[in-house]
């Protein structure tokens, strides 16, 4: 499984292949026709309360990633979805709308996605 993360403000690039929205809320300012959607897996995004709880203050990172964790084990359904698509699409970019590419949805969903893809390996070679 192989994707990266992109801002929705970036430029469309050639190289995005797949282009997967993985927000609730759709993005301002953004048409359908300018983000060249392959994809929108909103139920993969964090709660609407956990979202509001987190505000993106860096200081609750930390336990916003715990917290979006255990929500993704307890909904595996979106996780299964998106990871289909990004099996059907082996060049995928996933699209997030938040400005801290560092403390947002995105960085925690792309560890948990490469770390569950790992798992499922290992699984499959025992």
Partial sequence: MVFK??????????????????DRLWP????????RLTAWVRDVAPSTELRKWFGHDPARWDEFRKRYRAELDANPGPVAELE???????????????????????????????EHASHARKRAMA
């Avoid at 993360?5 to 993985?22: C, M, N, S, W, Y």
């Avoid at 301002?28 to 983000?35: D, F, N, T, Y």
């Avoid at 082996?90 to 490469?114: M, Q």
């Fill in 5 to 22: 993360t992109k801002r929705v403000a970036a430029p469309f690039a050639q190289g995005d292949g797949a282009r997967i929205l993985i």
């Fill in 84 to 114: 289909a698509l990004l099996r059907d699409h082996p060049n995928a970019t996933l699209l997030f709308a938040a400005h801290d590419d560092e403390h947002c949805n995105a960085a925690v969903l792309s560890e948990y996605l490469r």
């Fill in 28 to 35: 301002r300012g953004q048409s359908k026709e300018k983000l």
